[in-house]
């Protein structure tokens, strides 16, 4: 048994030497970190210190020579700004809408031809044309207006064959004006009319309704005075 304890107690001896060796091992490392550490922080410092001198410099003479520079392009824009105002009132709009489209070429001149025809042809049938004509006329304007929307499209892919410029927006500006908005008008004033013409239709048969019942009133009238008289003679 001594001789177990004698060697227990050996073996715990080596195990603190060993444990001290590793803890100045591990005391001197930390050591020689911190140090670098140390080092590594001064020499940000000075960087860091360095960086702000340059950028105080910089600022410095950004601020003797920017605003300058600032104002100049302020004004600068606020001219183009001023130059590139779009029109205000529905006038400038109608006259920036004129100024756009070259009324000289064949293409608007076609299409102000067709809108020619169209108003003719609609006065002709509202003054002369019977009700199944005037709706078939009407039907097919209104197939035209549906399809704006495909004309538009077309005119946008095929503008360079038949203009000098593409009017063919995404929008249809251009051809809703020029071409849906007459035909619309057109339609609109037809409708307006035959609901004229039947109003007058209707005042004229309720003008008749009237007379043929004064006339009916008058023939009673008649009969009985004519029945009156027969009594008065055969009495």
Known sequence: MASYFKSLSDDMEKVAHVLEDGYQIL??????MGEASSSNI????????????????????????GSPLMGMADSVMSDIMSYQV????????IQAFKAAITWSEPFIQCLLAFQAVVIITAIALTKKGGLYTRMGFMIILAIIVRLAERLN???NS??????????????GIFI??????????VCFGMLFAMFREANTLLVD?????????????????KSKEEEKKRRKKKD
């Open 27 to 32: 005391s001197g490392a930390a050591t020689q």
């Open 42 to 65: 001064h020499a940000a410092d000075s960087t860091a210190a360095d960086f702000d001198g340059d950028e105080d410099i910089n600022l410095e003479d950004f601020e003797e020579y």
């Open 86 to 93: 779009g029109p205000q009132t529905p006038t400038e709009q």
């Open 153 to 155: 499209v077309m005119g």
């Open 158 to 171: 095929r503008w360079k064959e038949f203009a000098t410029q593409n009017y063919f927006d995404r929008g």
């Open 176 to 185: 809703g004006i020029m071409l849906c908005a007459p035909l619309l008008c």
């Open 205 to 221: 048969v309720k003008a008749m309704k009237i007379k043929a019942q004064q006339e009916q009133q008058q023939k009673k009238k």
